[in-house]
């Protein structure tokens, strides 16, 4: 059953209820986390050189952007609920939307938001260390394991779980609440950015040139190229989520790719200055000891105080990108169950606010699961190996979309193509072969995880074709 879009007929359905704005802050909302916070020291002794640095985050922006033209091309067209469900069952098969759909919504929304909950909590408890303490420890004993696994539940797990619960009653009060919601927390974060530039300017002293380099733990190399554009690839995570939500943004033609674009410009733009600014202020050696250089960034420039006030701005960071997780992923499964193709409960509208209450409920139940139990590490390890896989086949759904359904009205059409779209799918193939070979237990699982939605698949698939059938059956003896 479709839904009615504009909230209007028998039965409730989403409303076009984001304006630009609104839009622009889900892509900007999702893709600024807690990874740009924190990923510079990894990359530093990694790599050990800020020209390479530099050179690494440029790099990604560019591939980020081609990538953001590919979906706003795509969600331009193809406005509905659901994202890459949509562009690849339409582009590719079926089979391939609900493999994305399927991993998207039981393991990598969940274990996303799991995580962003995680570090809120860990960022509070720099602020408040008594939420470390832990409550109790159980273990659990597997004949399969020599060692039991062990679960400990802190004082903080349960916060944890209440904040993903207060955000996704937020989502649930509709989507235009939840648009302006998302304008604050994104406005906030984007301050706490904007100050760390400003602040490294105005006082920060030069730590460091580009010539400097970090010898002791600096390996560089293609390979390491390779690998530290991981961590930023998951920085810029996110430039996609406006696509999940195409059946609620107004004008979505004109819209979605104006908000996707200059979102995406405006991180890039951010992430660039900021990370220049980590280097200006401490240099590459202290920049690669260091576990909390956004802090570290902050202590030098303006003391102590200065690490309590980015804490306050990372916590805020990490809270908008939950807020903007709910309410994009939710669309997937709410998408995928309106096609006969999920749990029947998640296609369920709230008829008031109209919003995709049951698939809101889903995700936020699995991922307290998560916090409660602390079992989100090792899915959100499977996650980059994942979204780099389905990226690169998206990219090749947008090129096989516009030789099977030329006709297909396109009210923007990527810059550059084919080559961009090329660029941005082998870039796509290369990260997951990339991720593939330094961590190959890793990824196989993650590919494991995917495939083990095949028999789902088939099982939804014949169940879709036979309801009709009973429908007809009884229509013609009644």
């Given at each position: 059953?479709n839904?009615?879009t504009?909230g209007?007929?028998t039965?409730p359905g989403?409303?076009r ?16 986390g807690?990874?740009v916070?924190l ?9 050990g ?9 440029a790099?990604?922006?560019v591939?980020v952007?081609?990538g953001v033209?590919?979906y706003?091309?795509l969600g331009a067209?193809m406005?509905?609920?659901g994202?890459?469900?949509?562009y690849?069952?339409r582009g590719?098969s079926p089979?391939f939307?609900f493999?994305f759909?399927?991993?998207?919504s039981m ?16 960022f509070v408890?720099?602020?408040f260390?008594a939420?470390?303490i832990?409550?109790?420890?159980w273990?659990?004993t597997l004949?399969s ?5 062990q679960f400990?539940l ?11 619960v207060l955000?996704?009653?937020s989502?649930y009060l509709g989507?235009r609440?939840?648009g302006?919601f998302q304008v604050v927390?994104?406005?906030l ?17 030069v730590g460091g040139?580009a ?7 600096g390996r ?11 961590p930023?690839?998951?920085a ?6 406006l696509?999940?939500?195409?059946e ?11 908000a996707?674009?200059f ?5 890039i733009s ?22 909390h250089v956004?802090s570290?960034?902050?202590v030098?420039?303006?003391?102590n105080n ?12 990490a ?10 992923y ?6 995928m169950a309106?096609?006969?193709y999920?749990?029947?409960?998640a296609?369920r ?7 995709p ?12 699961l998560?916090v409660l139990t602390g079992?989100y590490?090792?899915l959100y ?5 994942a979204?780099?896989?389905f ?11 516009r030789?099977?359904?030329p006709?297909l ?11 961009t ?6 870039a ?5 072969l990339?991720?593939?070979l330094?961590?190959?237990?890793r990824s196989s699982?993650g590919l494991?995880?995917?495939?083990l ?5 088939f099982y ?8 009709p059938?009973v429908?007809?059956a009884s229509e013609?003896?009644?």
């Amino acid at each position: 059953m479709n839904s009615d879009t504009t909230g209007k007929g028998t039965a409730p359905g989403l409303v076009r209820g984001l304006g630009l704005w609104s839009a622009i802050a889900v892509v900007v909302g999702s893709m600024i986390g807690q990874a740009v916070f924190l990923v510079g020291s990894d990359m530093a002794q990694e790599l050990g050189s800020v020209t390479s640095l530099l050179a690494a985050w440029a790099i990604g922006g560019v591939l980020v952007f081609f990538g953001v033209c590919c979906y706003a091309e795509l969600g331009a067209a193809m406005p509905k609920a659901g994202g890459d469900y949509v562009y690849l069952s339409r582009g590719l098969s079926p089979v391939f939307g609900f493999l994305f759909g399927w991993t998207r919504s039981m393991i990598m929304s969940p274990g996303m938001a799991a995580v962003i909950a995680a570090g809120v909590l860990r960022f509070v408890e720099f602020l408040f260390p008594a939420v470390a303490i832990p409550l109790f420890t159980w273990h659990v004993t597997l004949s399969s394991q020599s060692q039991p696994y062990q679960f400990t539940l802190t004082a903080g797990q349960p916060l944890a779980a209440a904040v993903v619960v207060l955000l996704a009653v937020s989502n649930y009060l509709g989507v235009r609440m939840a648009g302006r919601f998302q304008v604050v927390l994104t406005s906030l974060k984007m301050v706490a950015l904007v100050a760390i530039i400003i602040f490294g300017l105005l006082l920060g002293k030069v730590g460091g040139t580009a010539s400097d380099t970090y010898t002791i733990l600096g390996r560089g190399g293609f390979a390491s190229f390779l690998m530290v554009l991981v961590p930023v690839m998951a920085a810029y995570n996110g430039f996609q989520s406006l696509g999940c939500i195409g059946e609620e943004v107004t004008n979505p033609q004109k819209n979605i790719p104006r908000a996707a674009i200059f979102g995406s410009l405006v991180v890039i733009s951010l992430y660039m200055l900021v990370n220049w600014t980590y280097f200006r202020v401490l240099g590459l050696s202290r920049v690669a000891q260091s576990h909390h250089v956004a802090s570290d960034t902050m202590v030098q420039l303006i003391g102590n105080n200065g690490a309590k006030w980015i804490t306050v701005g990372m916590i805020i960071s990490a809270l908008g990108a939950l807020h903007s997780n709910f309410l994009a992923y939710p669309r997937i499964p709410f998408a995928m169950a309106r096609d006969g193709y999920f749990f029947a409960f998640a296609k369920r509208v709230q008829p008031f606010y109209h919003s995709p209450s049951g698939a809101i409920f889903f995700q936020a139940c699995v991922s307290v699961l998560l916090v409660l139990t602390g079992t989100y590490q090792e899915l959100y390890s499977f996650e980059m190996f994942a979204i780099w896989l389905f990226f690169a086949l998206t990219a090749i759904a947008l090129i096989r979309l516009r030789i099977t359904e030329p006709e297909l009205p396109r009210s923007y059409r990527v810059w550059g193509y084919p080559w961009t779209v090329l660029v941005f799918g082998i870039a796509g193939l290369a990260i997951s072969l990339n991720l593939w070979l330094a961590r190959p237990v890793r990824s196989s699982i993650g590919l494991a995880i995917i495939l083990l939605g095949a028999p789902f698949f088939f099982y939804w698939r014949r169940r879709a074709i036979r309801v009709p059938v009973v429908e007809a059956a009884s229509e013609a003896r009644a």
